[in-house]
Structure formats: structure tokens, C-alpha cells
């Protein structure tokens, strides 16, 4: 089992930046790839951005340019530095996992909440 604790959600006005982490707990071997999430209020979850253990990003491009994700190995983290936020960026992120030992299996975290509002 892995576990996933997200922190760094808040409120915080358009234009301005937030960073959020995500720290990888349990039995974390062969975690190839992690990644977040978002779900707006009345929207389906979406991909933002992720990473794979060799470090090869992937962006959304509703947020390309403003977020960039990055990893700590020794850590077991990765981060989500958001700048330039918008209004629409508004929702929960969710932090998630992919581990492959034979089959793939996913894990999410629990979320945090992300607020763009003056």
C-alpha cells in the first residue's frame, strides 16, 4: 500500500503563486509515476501535470507556462509550483501514484483544496 499526503493548499489571489507537496509513504518500490489532479465543483477530474521516475514531465495545457511539477527522489515528493493563478484554477488537487509490481495499481491522496478568489 502507498499512501499519499498532500499539504500547500490555501486561498490565494489571482496573479500569485502557491506550491503544493506530496509526500509518498508505505511500500513505495517501483512508483513510476505520480502526478496531480484537479476537480472543480461540477466538473470531472482532470490531469495537471505529472512526472515519471525518470523525471519525463506531461502538462495540461490550460496550465503550461504557469505550473511546473518537479520531484525529490530522496524525499519521496513532488511538488506542484503553481504562478500566474487564475480564478478557473479554483478546485480540489489530488495527488496521485502509479505503482507497477506486475500490474498497475493507483493511489490518490486525499486532496487539497485550491482557492483563487481576491
Known amino acids: 500500500q502507498v499512501q499519499l499526503a498532500e499539504s500547500g493548499g490555501g486561498l490565494v489571489q489571482p496573479g500569485g503563486s502557491l506550491r503544493l507537496s506530496c509526500a509518498a509513504s508505505g511500500s513505495i518500490l517501483s512508483i513510476n509515476r505520480m502526478g496531480w489532479y484537479r476537480q472543480a465543483p461540477g466538473k470531472q477530474r482532470e490531469l495537471v501535470a505529472d512526472?515519471?521516475?525518470?523525471?519525463?514531465?506531461n502538462v495540461a495545457d490550460s496550465v503550461k507556462g504557469r505550473f511546473t511539477i518537479s520531484r525529490d527522489n530522496a524525499k519521496n515528493t513532488i511538488y506542484l509550483q503553481m504562478n500566474s493563478v487564475k480564478p478557473e484554477d479554483t478546485a480540489v488537487y489530488y495527488c496521485h501514484a502509479v505503482q507497477v509490481l506486475g500490474t498497475a495499481t493507483s493511489y490518490w491522496g486525499k486532496g487539497t483544496l485550491v482557492t483563487v478568489s481576491s
Open positions: 512526472i515519471t521516475s525518470g523525471g519525463t514531465t
